[in-house]
Nanobody, 123 residues
Framework: QVQLVESGGGLVQAGGSLRLSCAAS????????MGWFRQAPGKEREFVVA????????SYADSVKGRFTISRDNTKNAGYLQMNSLKPDDTAIYYC????????????????WGQGTQVTVSS
């Protein structure tokens, strides 16, 4: 059973940056693909970005391409989401999730989830 804990959220002005972290424990993190999702108030949880267990395959939602960057450090059992040029529309709870080996873009493809971290972007 994998446990995931996100951190790094907060309040930032539009145009600013945040770096989210996802700490994993209880499993072999290096064998999991990692995804980041977000959920805004009143909306469904949506895909943001995902990376394969090797780090060699990534997939980004069109809305964050060129602004967000996913990375991972398997030696630290950690994943990261660097978010630049933030917009008010990026305001949401951000979740990390893992699944076996290869990245997916659907919520139901991921069996393990963190509790989320709030990101608020003010205009």
């Amino acid at each position: 059973q994998v446990q995931l804990v996100e951190s790094g959220g907060g309040l930032v002005q539009a145009g600013g940056s945040l770096r989210l972290s996802c700490a994993a424990s209880g499993g072999t993190f290096s064998r999991y693909a990692m995804g980041w999702f977000r959920q805004a108030p009143g909306k469904e949880r949506e895909f943001v970005v995902a990376m394969a267990w090797t780090g060699g395959i990534t997939s980004y939602a069109d809305s964050v391409k060129g602004r967000f960057t996913i990375s991972r450090d398997n030696t630290k059992n950690a994943g990261y989401l660097q978010m630049n040029s933030l917009k008010p529309d990026d305001t949401a709870i951000y979740y990390c999730a893992v699944r076996s080996l290869f990245p997916g873009t659907q919520v139901n493809e991921y069996p393990y989830w963190g509790q989320g971290t709030q990101v608020t972007v003010s205009s």
